[in-house]
């Protein structure tokens, strides 16, 4: 029956896509279809995957426009595909991600296997050490803006698979949905598709780093996606890279945000000179002088990443939105269930440099427990000394029920 259809793609292919699909879960696309309502007519949903993609005839959906808070502050768009485009679209990535792997560059850390971004804070970490000044960029607006011409021909350098080329591009094109309107896309990819950051990645190892390679060989960057730094040996050198940066990105149709792009001064104990920008923030850690002790108990003054107050920031609006303290009807061990895969997520991202700056975090999860404590006991209402000792209490006996104590912030008076 393969024979018949113009394109062969085998039906284990849509399988694997499916697995990896339904593993990660995902609300739904414009169409409203839940995984319960999908897996109930599994075999023929995922038949006509295959038929449509086998035929050249599948045309994927309109995507479904949501509205996600920035931790910086204002919204950006996340595009939700339908079910079945996800399925479709993982199809084309698990055959096309082994082309274009190998071809990217060692310092690209953003959504790929075996790359994390503990490991682009790592080695952005060693190098500030090493060189004085670094060079921060932030592109505005990246997925909305990737040129699809641009795209396509890159995409074309490594991929002869017509099949493959023929859905990109239709997945390029896709319209929309946002607040009931349909919006017709003539740039940009929707972030939030499962092929995007693949595509994305593509796209900037061609606008960035081969350029890196070849205007700025003897220095060396890193790049997360769209967030990146370029290590420099002086001020002029940074500014005058800055500059071309900008350029660069115009000429393959985007733009680094003003206010999120500069020059930064890696200062720490033994460089002294005096600069007014001596910090930046790079994946949700910021970068900066820091108190630091060596093995002989001295202390010194380092430049290392810790959490950034817009990430303490985000993570406290989080707590507040739990409401802890309008949950009398809970017992704290139910209380400990809802939130501590959120505490425990947070610890091992912000937590793999300089755990003390999460300090606050707890300090202030903490509080909040009191404040449940001081709302459900009549005896403790308007006593916080009494709510903390009695949180306190209730941590000596059972110091693993929160993530935080485990760690060694239990309630304390004072």
Known sequence: MNKTKPFSIPKQLVWEAYKQVRSNKGSAGIDEETFVKFDKNLKSNLYKIWNRM???SYFPPAVKGVSIPKKSGGERILGIP?????????????????????????????????????????????????YPWIVEFDIKGMFDNIDHVLMMKALRKHCKV????????????????????????????????????????????????????????KLLFCRYADDGVIHCWSKIQAEYILDKLKLRFEECRLEI????????????????EKYRTVTFTFLGYTFGPRCAQNHHGERYVNFSPAISRDAIRAINQKMRKWKLSFRSHSSLEQIALDINSAIRGWYQYYGKFYKSALRRIWLNLNDLLCRWAMRKYKKLKRHKVRAIRFLAKIANDKSNLFFHWKLGYVPTVG
């Open 54 to 56: 086998s035929s050249g």
């Open 162 to 217: 017509k099949w493959m080329l023929l859905y990109i591009k239709r997945w390029l094109n896709a319209s929309l949905l946002y607040n009931g309107k349909l919006i017709p896309r003539c740039k940009g990819i929707p972030q939030g598709g499962v092929i995007s950051p693949l595509l994305a990645n593509l796209f900037l190892h061609y606008a960035f780093d081969k350029w890196c390679e070849r205007e700025l060989s």
């Open 82 to 130: 339908t079910i079945s485009d996800r399925i479709a679209q993982t199809v084309v990535k698990l055959v096309l991600e082994p082309i274009i792997e190998p071809i990217f560059h060692e310092d690209s850390y953003g959504y790929r296997p075996m790359k994390s971004a503990h490991g682009a804070i790592e080695v952005t970490r060693k190098r500030c050490w090493k």
């Open 257 to 272: 945000h003003p206010t999120k792009s500069q020059a930064v001064y890696c200062k720490h104990g033994r460089r002294k």
